[in-house]
C-alpha cells in the first residue's frame, strides 16, 4: 500500500563472525527469499603466472571497494600494498570469511602509511618502492595524483575510481561513456583527474561507478532502506517513486577493476559499471524487503519542496532519473554483473545488516516531518 503526503499540487563496525566462505561468497543464508548457491568467483577466472605478477599499490584499502578488491588481487597472486593514514585496522576478518582464508590474506598483504595529501612523503616513499601498477580507490582531486605519477615513471598502469556523477544531466538515458560531462558537478574533481591522466600521456583506465551497494557500504544506500524495515516504519520516498536509478554490487566493481588490469583494451579507456537491470526508487523499497524478508513495505510519497530538512538528507538517492550503460566493460572487457539487484541486496543484508552490523544509527527524524503532514491514501 502507498500513501502520499497531502499536496498542494562510520566507520567499519563489525566484530568477526565465524561462517563459512560460501556465505562470504554469497550465499543465502536466513531470511525467507530463496537464492541459488553461487560461489564468488569473477567469470573467467584469471591465471597468474610469475610474468604476470604485479607489484601494485591501492590508495585506500582498509574501506568497501578496496577490502573485496585487495583480496582479489592477493588470490591472484600479485604483492599488494595499501597505502593509508592508519586509522583504521590494515585488515579484519570480513563476515564469512574462513579463519583460513584471513590468515593467508593477512600474511600477504603489506601497509604503507602516509597521508597521500603530503605530496613530499608521497613521491619519496612511491619511488622508493617502484611499483608496477597504482590503483586510486579513494582520489578526489587531481593535484592528489599528480604526485603519484611523478614519483613512477615507469608506472605499467594506473587505474582510476572515478565516478558515472561526472555526467551531465541529460534526458537522454542510460548515460555512456561518450556523454557530455559536468565540470560543475560535485565530482569535478574527479572529471580533473581524468584529464590529467589524459594529458601526463600514461597507461590509464578509469572505472566510472553509479550507485555502490555490498556488505561494509559506508554510504546509506541499502542500511537507509533496512534500518526502516526492521523498525516497522513506512518508507518515505520523494515525489512519485517512479524515478528510475542503478545500483552495481561491490563485489562486481572489484572484479570489474581486477578484468582491467593488464589488459590492452582497457588502456586510456573509461568504463560505466553497476548492475545489469535499472530500478525505481518504489522498486528498490520493495526489493529490499524481499532481500531482507520482510513484509511488503508501506511507501509514502512526498514533494520534497513542502519541506525544509535543513542540512539533512531524507533520501539517499539525487531526485532524478540516474542509470548508465555497461554495455561498452561487457563488450570490451567481457565483464558481466555476477548479482542481481535482489540477490545482491540480499547478500548485503546476510552478511552486514542482518548481523546487527552497520555503518550509521537510524535516524527517522526527517520520516517523521514528513509522515507528521496530512496523509491520504491513494
Avoid at 566484530?15 to 527469499?33: E, I, K, N, V
Avoid at 538528507?313 to 561498452?328: G, L, M, N, V
Wanted: with cysteine; glycine share 8%; charged share 25%.
Amino acid at each position: 500500500m502507498a500513501r502520499m503526503v497531502a499536496l498542494q499540487q562510520n566507520q567499519l563496525s563489525f566484530s568477526p563472525l565465524a561462517s563459512s566462505l560460501s556465505d562470504f561468497s554469497g550465499t543465502r543464508l536466513h531470511t525467507q527469499l530463496q537464492l541459488k548457491r553461487k560461489l564468488w568467483q569473477p567469470k573467467g577466472s584469471f591465471s597468474v603466472s610469475a610474468s604476470s605478477t604485479k607489484k601494485i599499490l591501492i590508495m585506500g584499502g582498509t574501506r568497501f571497494i578496496g577490502v573485496f578488491l585487495s583480496r582479489l588481487l592477493v588470490k591472484e597472486g600479485h604483492q599488494v600494498t595499501l597505502f593509508t593514514r592508519g586509522k583504521a585496522p590494515v585488515t579484519q576478518q570480513l563476515p564469512g570469511e574462513s579463519d583460513g582464508d584471513y590468515a593467508d590474506f593477512s600474511s600477504k598483504i603489506l601497509h604503507l602509511k602516509g597521508d597521500r595529501k603530503d605530496f613530499e612523503f608521497v613521491k619519496s616513499s612511491l619511488s622508493a618502492e617502484g611499483y608496477d601498477v597504482v590503483y586510486d580507490i579513494n582520489g578526489r582531486e587531481a593535484d592528489e595524483v599528480e604526485p603519484i605519477l611523478d614519483a613512477l615513471p615507469n608506472l605499467e598502469q594506473f587505474i582510476y575510481c572515478s565516478s558515472a556523477g561526472v555526467y551531465l544531466k541529460s534526458d537522454l538515458l542510460p548515460h555512456a561513456e561518450t556523454d557530455a560531462v559536468d565540470p560543475k558537478s560535485r565530482h569535478k574533481g574527479k572529471l580533473e583527474t581524468e584529464s590529467l591522466l589524459q594529458s601526463k600521456g600514461v597507461n590509464w583506465t578509469s572505472i566510472r561507478p553509479v550507485y555502490i551497494y555490498g556488505p561494509l557500504n559506508y554510504n546509506p544506500v541499502e542500511e537507509w532502506f533496512f534500518h526502516r524495515l526492521k523498525a516497522g516504519r513506512p518508507i518515505p520516498i520523494p515525489s512519485s517513486g517512479i524515478q528510475i536509478t542503478q545500483l552495481g554490487h561491490v563485489k562486481d566493481l572489484a572484479t570489474a577493476f581486477v578484468q582491467v588490469l593488464g589488459n590492452d583494451k582497457a588502456s586510456k579507456e573509461v568504463f560505466n559499471i553497476s548492475g545489469e537491470k535499472y530500478v525505481t526508487f518504489d522498486g528498490l523499497a520493495r526489493a529490499c524487503a524481499k532481500a531482507g524478508g520482510f513484509p511488503e513495505p508501506e511507501l509514502v510519497h512526498y514533494n520534497p519542496k513542502d519541506f525544509d530538512f535543513g542540512k539533512k538528507k531524507s533520501f539517499p538517492f539525487r531526485d532524478q532519473h540516474f542509470f548508465a550503460s555497461i554495455e561498452k566493460a561487457k563488450r570490451v572487457l567481457g565483464w558481466e554483473p555476477e548479482f542481481d539487484l535482489v540477490e545482491g541486496l540480499a547478500d548485503s543484508y546476510n552478511l552486514d545488516f542482518g548481523r546487527g552490523t552497520f555503518r550509521k544509527e537510524a535516524d527517522f527524524s526527517t520520516d517523521d516531518i514528513i509522515l507528521g503532514k496530512s496523509l491520504v491514501s491513494v
